[in-house]
Structure formats: structure tokens, C-alpha cells
């Protein structure tokens, strides 16, 4: 009888038995329910409720399991957050807030007003400690203008200013004031994707503390309002960066600082996401010839370049070649016309390092030691040449 209850379900109740089908065992009542069924009479089949308390049970058992699972999977994202704390910590005590008080003078009349930004404590070549900031944040204030305060409260100013308008850097001489310097890391070894932490004083907020990643490196070509800035390498940042961040680190995860904060692009004035910072190998060499010679001794090479000369006017021209910078023209008696460059050469390599385009190799140009001998790689009519060049100062 039970086999002949099956075979009219298979063919006329398939529903049915695809969903009693997943139970192994079946009591004799739900055979007595198959022969109502087939006798035509009805039958009251009820279904456990999701609100039993055998249910409720189950419920809490899976999210307590979900909880302690996210508890696993939280405790490594943790880890970064606390290394986030303790690297802040650290650095604390090494960044400056900086309030610059300025006066200006337009169509005759005078106006004052008051600037805050940030600055860190680093050690120079010949031992001393200077607060390294940028340019624009110090500028047209006195030392007496210029009001530094240390994250325990203390209040002081600097006894000597020096700065250069080309890479907008500038440092701070500190007199018999006891701050802990900031370690230095190496801006050559941080890529596009490592974390960055920025420490600044964002719309007067002393020692905030933002979270990002290094988004990119090389902006050269970077339009910074009235201030021109010659000699640009800016790393490219989008840990929030806000007017007062200038001049304040921008860190890895080490502790160590890899930028000098300097700029945004904005539309409304405020972080949008992306921030400008100098890398710090390069705001180190300005400041040690700050710190030496009172100024930033330029390396001159005496040639113009193409703006407009690009890798796919290398492609074009059949050079398998990243990229380069055209010469247009060679000063008469410059270094380069001594190292025989021509009007046409690509130079593909300065000093070892890959030319990515003109801007770069200005940057290069202006950050070498003044009588140092360079080597150089250029293409000339398709042919590969070696040169070498020593540098004399710009002024």
C-alpha cells in the first residue's frame, strides 16, 4: 500500500515529496496523514514555529558564534589601530605647533593676521636641533612673530629663521630648548600603497592625527596658487590633510618621518582626499644647505628643456624608453655644453637615477652637490651616449 501511495505522489504531488524527502526516518502518523490525503480527506499539516523557544536557542547560538568570529577577524585590524596609537604617541613630542603672526600691505593699507601650521624637530648634519616646516607658513613674520608650542604646553621662539622659496622648506633654530627629535626614514623606500599617518594642526587644532595610505609619487607639475615652487617631487597622500597641516610629518608606520606636509587640492578649502607632502630625503638636503650655507645651493646644468616632450613622443620616435627630457637649447660656457650636449639630445638618466620628464630632472638638477662629478645617459640620433657633468651653483 505505502509503495503505491509513493508512485501517485512522484506523479501527481512532486512538491511534496521533494520536501519530505530530506527526512530519513518518517513517523507512522505522517503515513496515516499520506492515506487521508489519498482518500481525498483534508489535513492539517503545521509547521514549526521560528519563534519556539528551541529556535530562539538556535538564533543566539549562531549569532554568539558570528560575535566571536568577528572578535577573531577584529583582533588582527586591531593590531594596526594600536600600532596607529602608539606610533602618535611617540611622535607627539617631536611636532610644533606653529602661530605666525603676519602684516601686509596692499593699496596702502596695512593688515595682520595670524597663521597656524605645524612643524617637527629633527637633528641636522652638524648636531643641532632646528623645527623643519615650510616656507609658507613662517613667511613675513619675525622670530618674534612666530610663537612655537610643544604638545606638554610649552611655549618659545625661534632664534633664528631660514627658509628657500624654491622647494618651500624652511627651518627653526631652537636655543636651550630640550625637545626630542623626530627619526628620519628613508623617502626612497616608501611605495604607493604603504600606510601614512600626518600630525598637524588642521584649522588650528593642534596635534591631530589622520590615517591614510601613500596614493602616489612624483607630482611635479603641481599649481600652488601665487607661491611657485620650482623644485617639486610631492609625494601624494590621501590621509586628510587640512589648512594647519602644513609643515607638519607625514609618518610610516615605523614611526619614522617620510614627508613634510605641504599642500590639497580642494574645491571648498578643505581635505577632499588629496594631500601633497615633500619627501623627506629631499626637505633634509635643503635643510642641511639651509642650515650650512644660509641658502640652497642649486645645481646648474645650462640647458632649456621641452615641457611639452613626453614618453609618447619617445614612442613616436621609436625609443623603447620610460621616459626623458629633450634639450632645446645648451647655454654657451654652461656645464653641459663642457659635457658636449647638444640642441636635440634625450637625456634618459642623471647621476644613475631614471629622467622621467622635465620637471623631474630640474628636481634632480637643483638637489645635487654643487662640483660633483654626474654621470649621464643620453640619446642622440638613436645612438646611446655616456657623458659626465659637474654642476656649478646656480647663483
Known amino acids: 500500500m505505502v509503495v503505491s501511495i509513493v508512485r501517485r505522489l512522484v506523479s501527481s504531488r512532486h512538491t511534496l515529496l521533494l520536501c519530505v524527502a530530506t527526512s530519513l526516518a518518517l513517523p507512522a502518523s505522517v503515513f496515516a496523514q499520506q492515506a487521508d490525503v489519498e482518500q481525498g480527506q483534508s489535513v492539517s499539516v503545521r509547521r514549526p514555529s521560528i519563534d519556539s523557544p528551541g529556535s530562539t536557542l538556535s538564533l543566539d547560538l ?53 597663521e597656524a601650521g605645524s612643524g617637527v624637530v629633527i637633528r641636522v648634519d652638524n648636531g643641532e636641533s632646528w623645527v623643519l616646516t615650510n616656507r609658507h607658513v613662517i613667511q613675513g613674520a619675525s622670530p618674534r612673530e612666530i610663537l612655537l608650542r610643544s604638545s606638554d604646553g610649552r611655549e618659545f621662539y625661534p632664534s633664528k629663521v631660514l627658509s628657500d622659496p624654491s622647494t618651500d622648506v624652511a627651518v627653526m633654530r631652537l636655543s636651550s630648548i630640550d625637545l626630542p627629535v623626530a627619526r ?17 594642526s588642521p584649522f588650528g587644532l593642534s596635534h591631530s592625527v589622520t590615517f591614510g595610505i601613500l596614493s602616489a609619487k ?12 620650482e623644485l617639486q617631487d610631492f609625494f601624494q597622500t590621501d590621509a586628510a590633510i587640512n589648512p594647519g597641516n602644513s609643515g607638519g610629518p607625514l609618518l610610516n608606520l615605523r614611526g619614522e618621518v617620510i614627508g613634510l606636509n605641504t599642500a590639497i587640492a580642494s574645491s571648498s578649502g578643505g581635505s577632499e582626499g588629496i594631500g601633497f607632502a615633500i619627501p623627506m630625503n629631499m626637505a633634509m638636503e ?4 639651509l642650515v650650512r650655507y644660509g641658502r640652497l645651493r642649486r645645481g646648474y646644468l645650462g640647458v632649456t628643456l621641452d615641457p611639452d ?59 645635487t652637490p654643487i662640483g660633483s662629478s654626474v654621470p649621464m645617459i643620453i640619446y642622440r640620433d638613436g645612438t646611446r651616449y655616456r657623458t659626465e657633468v659637474v654642476l656649478t ?3
Open 218 to 229: 612624483g607630482r611635479r607639475d603641481l599649481s600652488l596658487g601665487e607661491q611657485k615652487i
Open 393 to 395: 651653483d646656480l647663483k
Open 184 to 200: 628620519l626614514g628613508d623617502s626612497d623606500e616608501t611605495d604607493i600603497g604603504d600606510f601614512v599617518i600626518a600630525i598637524g
Open 286 to 289: 635643503v635643510a642641511n644647505q
Open 62 to 114: 549562531q549569532r554568539e558564534r558570528l560575535f566571536n568570529e568577528l572578535a577573531e577577524e577584529f583582533h588582527a585590524f586591531d593590531r594596526l589601530g594600536h600600532l596607529v596609537r602608539r606610533v602618535s604617541q611617540l611622535v607627539k613630542p617631536s611636532v610644533i605647533h606653529i602661530e605666525a603672526h603676519k602684516t601686509e600691505e596692499t593699496s596702502g593699507s596695512r593688515a595682520s593676521y595670524d
Open 309 to 367: 616632450f613626453t614618453a609618447a613622443d619617445l614612442a613616436a620616435a621609436g625609443y623603447d624608453l620610460p621616459g626623458g627630457a629633450l634639450v632645446k637649447n645648451v647655454r654657451a660656457g654652461s656645464p653641459a655644453e663642457v659635457a658636449h650636449l647638444q640642441r636635440g639630445d634625450i637625456i634618459v638618466k642623471f647621476g644613475g637615477n631614471p629622467v622621467d620628464n622635465d620637471d623631474h630632472l630640474v628636481a634632480q638638477v637643483g638637489l
